[in-house]
């Protein structure tokens, strides 16, 4: 009788286990993604992406999402509020330089699949063309002006 109970409750344990992996699982498949997001973007951006107020440009409704220039503003950074006459930003987009392109891939795929309906995944092979061109966009014309 107690050792049906402790496989009883072993069993338990492993049907626990089974249900907590499942849940996370089902929250957003982009898990890395989302981790990346709320850890370096959604202080400026917000949690649902939507900036803020006429200070941080909204992500959900980019016109950029979907678009290597999406990924070229998170590599390179965006610093021409003052150029196209939009100084109410408080702040600049800061450069992520750091990103490996899976981590790249993961946060372009969370951000997509959250806020674009006609969704399609970006593969590592397609992040690494977009991280290139983003590169050679530089050494043609600096994206950062210098003041
Ligand atoms: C310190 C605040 C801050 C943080 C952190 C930040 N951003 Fe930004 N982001 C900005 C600002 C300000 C702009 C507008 C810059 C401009 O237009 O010159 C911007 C612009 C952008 C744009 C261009 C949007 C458009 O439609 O033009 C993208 C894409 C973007 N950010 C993505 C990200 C991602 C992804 C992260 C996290 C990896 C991130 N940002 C983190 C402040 C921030």
């Given at each position: 009788?107690?050792?049906?109970?402790?496989?009883?409750?072993?069993?338990?344990?492993?049907?626990?286990?089974?249900?907590?992996v499942a849940v996370s699982c089902h929250e957003s498949p982009y898990m890395q993604g989302k981790r990346l997001y709320e850890y370096h973007c959604q202080s400026c951006h917000m949690e649902d992406g939507q900036g803020l107020s006429r200070m941080i440009p909204s992500l959900a409704t980019s016109s950029l999402l979907g678009k290597p220039e999406f990924c070229c503003v998170i590599i390179l950074g965006k610093k021409d509020t003052i150029k196209n006459n939009v100084s109410y930003l408080a702040q600049?987009?800061?450069?992520?330089?750091?990103?490996?392109?899976?981590?790249?891939?993961?946060?372009?795929?969370y951000m997509q699949h959250r806020w674009q309906s006609d969704f399609a995944e970006t593969s590592i092979r397609e992040m690494e063309e977009m991280v290139s061109f983003c590169k050679q966009?530089?050494?043609?014309?600096?994206?950062?002006?210098?003041?």
């Open positions: 009788m107690i050792l049906l109970s402790f496989i009883l409750r072993k069993f338990h344990y492993w049907l626990f286990g089974i249900s907590v600049e987009m800061p450069a992520f330089q750091s990103f490996t392109t899976t981590e790249l891939t993961n946060l372009v795929n966009k530089t050494s043609e014309q600096p994206a950062i002006p210098e003041n």
